[in-house]
């Protein structure tokens, strides 16, 4: 992690799974608050999927990484039903069920982010008073296969709202960023076109890279930015590649102004041109 935020790199996604492992291992959102510790700059995002992490207890693990990483988490939504036998859980049956439950754990989460008014957080020692109770919210969600009242244990996160990532071919309803892909750059133009027609605030283009040709991959993300807002980089060989991008690929987007390098204090939404978003309840109370 810190020599792809020594890079100039903008994001890293942190890939988790409760199937079968070759050992033990900790969950991605865990991990991703120990790096958090040790980088300044770098986005971090970790995987998740609903199927077995409860909307509740997830929402309340990546804000207190917002708040770790001083405004740098996102979260890749994505669906597992595999492993929800593996949890104990019922598995859904039809991509319908398994995009709504996706869906609802979105909604879920947000609307606890946003249970906290900004302004929740009182810290009057002398009066004896931390909370403003009425900047608290009930959230009163139910859905098909789980309901959450609310409100949050953790306060509003630094970024309002941490950065929902997800893949685009399962559905862009509740993201930030969607990540699309394509076998042809002709495909993956369409896939782009289709998730921006969706209204996803990004498109991101998520490409898997053998770098025997540093140059022609560098010629293609140039082709590829005038389509689509970044790119995901997965290195076949991510200790043979890292070094490769590091030094001459990034270097190369760098100089010609397609990449940008992130600030320390900068957050993961500002790095990826997001707004910090109005809290929801906030809006309705001045209405």
Same mark, same amino acid.
């Given at each position: 992690?810190?020599?792809?935020?020594?890079?100039?790199?903008?994001?890293?996604?942190?890939?988790?799974?409760?199937?079968?492992?070759?050992?033990?291992?900790?969950?991605?959102?865990?991990?991703?608050?120990?790096?958090?510790?040790?980088?300044?700059?770098?986005?971090?995002?970790?995987?998740?999927?609903?199927?077995?992490?409860?909307?509740?207890?997830?929402?309340?693990?990546?804000?207190?990484?917002? #708040?770790?990483?001083?405004?740098?988490?996102?979260?890749?939504?994505?669906?597992?039903?595999?492993?929800?036998?593996?949890?104990?859980?019922?598995?859904?049956?039809?991509?319908?069920?398994?995009?709504?439950?996706?869906?609802?754990?979105?909604?879920?989460?947000?609307?606890?982010?946003?249970?906290?008014?900004?302004?929740?957080?009182?810290?009057? #020692?002398?009066?004896?008073?931390?909370?403003?109770?009425?900047?608290?919210?009930?959230?009163?969600?139910?859905?098909?296969?789980?309901?959450?009242?609310?409100?949050?244990?953790?306060?509003?996160?630094?970024?309002?709202?941490?950065?929902?990532?997800?893949?685009?071919?399962?559905?862009?309803?509740?993201?930030?960023?969607?990540?699309v892909s394509g076998a042809t750059l002709t495909e993956t133009r369409s896939a782009i076109d289709n998730a921006r027609a969706e209204g996803v605030s990004r498109v991101l283009v998520d490409l898997e890279v053998t770098l025997d040709?540093?140059?022609?991959?560098?010629?293609?993300?140039?082709?590829?930015?005038?389509?689509?807002?970044?790119?995901?980089?997965?290195?076949?060989?991510?200790?043979?590649?890292?070094?490769?991008?590091?030094?001459?690929?990034?270097? +190369?987007?760098?100089? +010609?102004?397609?990449?940008?390098?992130?600030?320390?204090?900068?957050?993961?939404?500002?790095?990826?041109?997001?707004?910090?978003?109005?809290?929801?309840?906030?809006?309705?109370?001045?209405?």
């Amino acid at each position: 992690m810190q020599a792809a935020e020594n890079a100039g790199f903008t994001f890293a996604t942190i890939r988790d799974s409760i199937g079968p492992g070759p050992g033990e291992r900790l969950d991605a959102t865990v991990r991703a608050g120990f790096v958090a510790a040790t980088t300044s700059t770098l986005g971090l995002v970790p995987q998740s999927a609903p199927t077995y992490a409860e909307p509740f207890h997830l929402s309340s693990q990546l804000a207190s990484l917002d #708040y770790a990483s001083r405004g740098r988490a996102g979260w890749l939504a994505v669906d597992d039903p595999a492993t929800a036998r593996t949890w104990g859980a019922t598995p859904r049956e039809t991509d319908a069920e398994i995009r709504r439950e996706r869906v609802d754990a979105i909604e879920v989460a947000r609307r606890l982010w946003d249970s906290w008014e900004d302004d929740a957080v009182v810290r009057d #020692y002398a009066a004896g008073k931390f909370l403003n109770r009425d900047r608290l919210h009930h959230i009163d969600f139910i859905g098909e296969t789980f309901s959450v009242q609310g409100p949050a244990i953790v306060p509003r996160p630094p970024q309002g709202q941490v950065v929902v990532f997800g893949y685009g071919a399962a559905g862009t309803e509740g993201l930030d960023v969607a990540l699309v892909s394509g076998a042809t750059l002709t495909e993956t133009r369409s896939a782009i076109d289709n998730a921006r027609a969706e209204g996803v605030s990004r498109v991101l283009v998520d490409l898997e890279v053998t770098l025997d040709t540093p140059a022609e991959l560098t010629a293609l993300l140039t082709e590829l930015s005038a389509y689509a807002d970044c790119v995901r980089l997965r290195p076949a060989v991510l200790d043979e590649d890292l070094p490769v991008l590091a030094r001459y690929v990034l270097p +190369a987007l760098l100089r +010609a102004g397609l990449a940008h390098r992130p600030v320390p204090g900068s957050t993961l939404r500002s790095n990826l041109g997001l707004p910090r978003p109005a809290n929801r309840y906030a809006k309705e109370l001045a209405r």
